[in-house]
């Protein structure tokens, strides 16, 4: 089982980023993005199930939203208006009940003028 995260990179901030996360070898129930800052436990960000039911982190709602593309096998993860404090690593995960059974190995995204 592989989780391929893509996407990170420096923006600027109220700026933009789309996150991918790439399966092979396994088709989740539940999946989500996580994120660590320097410092800092790592945090859900936001979790989808494979009938498209969502959450978010509080801090992200209204700003990021979480898809997937179940043909594809393919998770999303749309960042707008992004700040300093969004600064991690993005990781993916995903599991049969819970989101956390397996993990990719992260991106990095950096907010900073």
């Known amino acids: 089982v592989q989780l391929q995260a893509s996407g990170g990179g420096l923006v600027q901030p109220g700026g933009s980023l789309r996150l991918s996360c790439a399966v092979s070898g396994s088709i989740f129930i539940a999946m989500g993005w996580y994120r660590q800052a320097p410092g800092k436990q790592r945090e859900v960000v936001a979790v989808?199930?494979?009938?498209?039911?969502?959450n978010y982190a509080d801090s992200v709602k209204g700003r990021f939203t979480i898809s997937r593309d179940n043909a594809k096998n393919t998770m999303y993860l749309q960042m707008n208006s992004l700040k300093p404090e969004d600064t991690a690593v993005y990781y993916c995960?995903?599991?049969?009940?819970?989101?956390?059974?397996?993990w990719g190995q992260g991106t990095q995204v950096t907010v900073s003028s």
């Open positions: 995960s995903g599991g049969s009940r819970y989101p956390t059974d397996y």
């Open positions: 989808i199930s494979s009938d498209a039911r969502v």
